[in-house]
């Protein structure tokens, strides 16, 4: 119970089936990409800007875009859509003001997430230009606009995620007076008010959330543990605090592995492994680190052939069981233990999540691809549901993340 007060609970997950039907229409997209860039549309008079890691982080170093992810992209993504469609419906909230959203696709991925985060920054200054700053002009001296002047309304940012990618963007947002605000982010580093003026966020810092895994590890008296880390802001001080009120509960921590998700190969994660194993007296391996580096150390143990023996307790970035799917780690994943902040459940939003149709791509891009690899159906078979050629029912079964 510790645990609860602390603002932290222990993530399980279960499986809900609901029924969702496929209802016929012409799906017509309104305007939701920029050449490459996709992006979700909702119009309104205020838009709020949106960054979400609708897929993963792709494998191979550079800007790359992996898997699309259901948990910890399109449903935070839709919780926005829906929670502004709520706001909207109801006249005593913002009585006379619509609420918009223009949100991007962070992949998870600090470098590609900057990028489009950059689709913000070009309207700021856009906007500046308007209200008069000097700035650009066009060579008939009218006020110069990006892309049509669409994203001037937009003000304030809601994202990132990971602590890696929402620093990252932060750097930049912070040169604008808009408020960026966080739903995930945990990394103590971003509470500095002289860096991060207008930074908020709904979450509590990592400070809490080690605290949480030390009560965990005392809980069960576990007080001799291994602990891998990433050489990231959020690794780095996750592992940072961790030791530094390791004494309170005494635990120590063995033979601490810092890895880089950047530059290790799969034989360095193998290595990693094998010295963690070789300390026979270690049956609990806690893990700080971003979520694509957390698979490949799981990838890794169950390559070594010890997944099983250990005892993971996992960071708040824990994958979730899709993340993990097919690639063969549920077995490592199960009996693992994570920490994730407190949350609330948010009414309506299953009958509406459950609800969607493939129409609702008119408003998220990314809507069709979630839904083909959902109903596990090819590009064609995805149009012949919507055409309603055949006339179909889904069962939906989503996780749904409870204290
Ligand atoms: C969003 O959609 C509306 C309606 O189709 C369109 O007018 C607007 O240009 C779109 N915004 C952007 C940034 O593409
Ligand atoms: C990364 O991008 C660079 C430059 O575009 C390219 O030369 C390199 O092959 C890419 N690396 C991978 C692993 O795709």
Not at 174 to 195: G, H, N
Not at 210 to 217: F, N, P, T, Y
Not at 255 to 267: K, V
């Amino acid at each position: 119970m510790v645990i609860f007060r602390l603002g932290f609970a222990i993530r399980l997950l279960w499986t809900t089936n609901l029924l969702a039907v496929g209802v016929s229409s012409n799906v017509q997209r309104t305007n939701t990409r920029h050449g490459d860039v996709w992006y979700a549309n909702v119009t309104g008079d205020l838009l709020l800007g949106g960054l979400f890691p609708v897929h993963r982080k792709g494998n191979d170093g550079n800007n790359s875009c992996g898997e699309i992810q259901t948990e910890d992209g399109i449903q935070p993504l839709e919780a926005m859509l829906y929670t502004i469609e709520r706001v909207n419906e109801d006249p005593r909230i913002l009585a006379g003001v619509r609420l918009g959203a223009l949100a991007f696709d962070t992949c998870d991925n600090p470098t590609y997430a900057l990028q489009q985060a950059f689709y913000f920054v070009k309207g700021f200054m856009a906007r500046g230009n308007r209200l008069g700053e000097e700035g650009y002009r066009c060579e008939d001296r009218s006020v110069a606009k990006f892309l049509d002047g669409e994203l001037d309304g937009v003000v304030a940012v809601l994202g990132a995620q990971s602590s890696s990618v929402t620093i990252q963007v932060a750097s930049v947002l912070a040169l604008f007076p808009v408020p960026q605000i966080s739903y995930m982010a945990t990394s103590p580093f971003l509470s500095s008010k002289e860096r991060f003026p207008r930074f908020f966020r709904t979450v509590p810092s990592d400070v809490n959330q080690a605290r949480a895994m030390l009560e965990i590890l005392r809980e069960f008296k576990w007080s001799y543990v291994s602990v891998v880390y990433t050489d990231s802001e959020y690794g780095d001080h996750g592992y940072e605090t961790l030791t530094l009120l390791a004494s309170e509960y005494s635990i120590c921590f063995s033979a601490p592995h810092r890895i880089s998700d950047d530059r290790f190969t799969e034989e360095d994660y193998d290595h990693v492994i094998r010295t963690i194993a070789e300390k026979t007296d270690v049956r609990v391996v806690v893990l700080f680190a971003e979520k694509s580096a957390t698979l490949r150390v799981l990838e890794a143990a169950r390559r070594v052939g010890v997944g099983s023996r250990f005892v993971w307790l996992g960071s708040d970035s824990w994958p979730d069981r899709r993340d993990a799917e097919g690639t063969e780690d549920t077995i490592v994943l199960e009996g693992a233990l994570a920490v994730q902040p407190l949350y609330a459940p948010l009414s309506g939003f299953d009958e509406y999540f459950t609800g969607l149709t493939l129409d609702h791509e008119r408003n998220n891009p990314w809507f069709r691809e979630f839904w083909r690899i959902y109903h596990g159906c090819t590009d064609d078979e995805t149009d012949d549901k919507v055409a309603g050629k055949v006339s179909l029912s889904f069962v939906v079964d989503f996780e749904v993340k409870k204290n």
